[in-house]
């Protein structure tokens, strides 16, 4: 028996699923947009081959979804074709979005690749290692049961590992699949929980280790930093290292850029640079697609809102002019150094008409009324739209909260211009 194993935990791959956020700009990184979770996926089997693991764990969502065709699964079996012919072992449990793909059921897999049953828990014993693993797939795309549950308890004389795909108690942005807690694992009694589902990396618990690796590369802004897998080492039958490896080709990164201090249009556009200089100096070479957040309360505040498709555009221009960064969005989140209140107590025409449209009240036909355009636009905007991470759609929605927030921004941009073009601060 080895007195040293290694191997390595993925999930979330969800392989050649597109990269959102980035697709209409003309200067995108189109080539490294497409194939982006493809080459994410070759550096973990040239990872896998490398470090010459023992097996390679899969802990669901390896694809996204049904396929366009078969090239996706003829590319992932080529990629296991080099695992095997290195002696490295693969085993898989299906997430929510491989339950969801018909093709993926009928597809054969590489004699050194195993799929968990979704019927029941399922365990493999690899006598030559010492290693026993634990694992269940999804049988549909939501399993709302407690998955965990029917694990068998660990084995004597083996280095025991779970593998699951679960929100655990829950997670923000993740359905809650196979729910279960932090106690329930550990009642098992395992030395390592290779848990998939949630997207970020996520170190629950060290005795045992309980792990969510994050998914391998991020697809849209929402999956912003370090993307990867994590490579265990075992040695006589006790997990000595868990370490992150990163292995993204494309990162996603929030860049927040105080203007506070910025007076002039020059001012803005260095502070911006430098931003997106420090956001370059964290990615590790990799092609960064950022978006700017504008904060502070800035002198310039006013003339940022009153023309941020202006401002956009030749924020954009020096993003291109960086080298592997390309601008997703511009957010502008800056606000007055003077009080909405303060400037509505002084006895002007100004002050007056902003009194005005600060006690204007727009409901969501009012607001349809005002520009009538928007309706125009929902009509003639693709289906696909209606669904994107931030609709713009949303806008028109006659739910009281998000009607309140649209009133609250048309009277910002109102009273930006006014304060712009009237000279007020």
Not at 24 to 47: K, M, Y
Not at 66 to 88: E, Q, S, V
Not at 327 to 350: A, G, H, N, W, Y
Not at 357 to 378: C, Q, S
Request: proline share 4%.
């Amino acid at each position: 028996m080895k007195s040293m194993i290694k191997f390595i935990h993925t999930a979330d791959i969800h392989l050649d699923s597109p990269l959102k956020g980035l697709e209409a700009h003309e200067d995108a990184p189109v080539a490294e947009i497409r194939g982006a979770t493809r080459r994410a996926f070759d550096n973990l089997i040239d990872l896998a081959v490398e470090e010459e693991v023992d097996f390679l764990l899969i802990a669901g969502d390896l694809y996204d979804g049904d396929w366009k065709d078969y090239n996706t699964g003829l590319f992932f079996a080529a990629r296991m074709g080099r695992l095997a012919r290195a002696g490295i072992k693969v085993f898989i449990v299906s997430g929510n979005h491989d339950a969801a793909s018909q093709i993926t059921r009928s597809m054969p897999l590489p004699e050194n690749v195993t799929l968990f049953s979704s019927r029941k828990p399922q365990s493999v014993r690899l006598d030559d290692l010492g290693v026993v693993i634990h694992g269940q797939s999804y049988s549909t795309r939501a399993v709302t049961e407690n998955l965990a549950a029917g694990y068998p308890p660990s084995e004597a004389g083996y280095c025991n590992i779970g593998l699951l795909h679960s929100s655990l108690t829950g997670r923000a942005g993740h359905e809650d699949y196979a729910p279960c807690t932090v106690d329930d694992l550990k009642s098992k009694g395992y030395d390592y929980w290779a848990l998939g589902h949630v997207h970020q990396r996520e170190i629950v618990a060290v005795d045992p280790w309980i792990v969510f690796p994050g998914n391998l590369q991020g697809r849209h802004i929402k999956e912003s930093g370090i993307k990867g897998a994590t490579l265990v080492t075992i040695e006589d039958g006790r997990i000595v290292d868990v370490a992150e490896c990163r292995l993204d080709v494309l990162r996603w990164a929030l860049c927040r850029v105080d203007l506070s201090s910025c007076e002039t249009v020059e001012s803005v556009y260095d502070a911006v640079r430098r931003g997106f200089d420090r956001e370059q100096d964290l990615a590790d070479g990799k092609t960064l697609a950022v978006r700017l957040i504008l904060t502070g309360k800035c002198p310039v505040h006013n003339r940022l809102l009153d023309r941020t498709a202006k401002w956009t555009e030749e924020l954009r221009g020096i993003a291109v002019g960086q080298v592997d960064l390309w601008l997703e969005k511009v957010l502008f989140q800056t606000s007055r150094e003077v009080s909405l209140e303060e400037i509505l107590d002084e006895d002007t025409p100004i002050a007056r008409l902003l009194q005005s449209i600060a006690g204007l009240e727009m409901d969501g036909d009012t607001l349809i009324g005002l520009v009538p355009e928007l309706a125009v636009l929902k009509s003639k905007l693709p289906h696909e739209l209606h669904s994107d991470e931030e609709p713009l759609l949303d806008l028109l929605d006659p739910m009281p909260d998000k009607t309140a927030a649209l009133r609250s921004a048309v009277q910002e941009l109102l009273i930006a211009k006014l304060l712009h073009h009237g000279g007020g601060r």
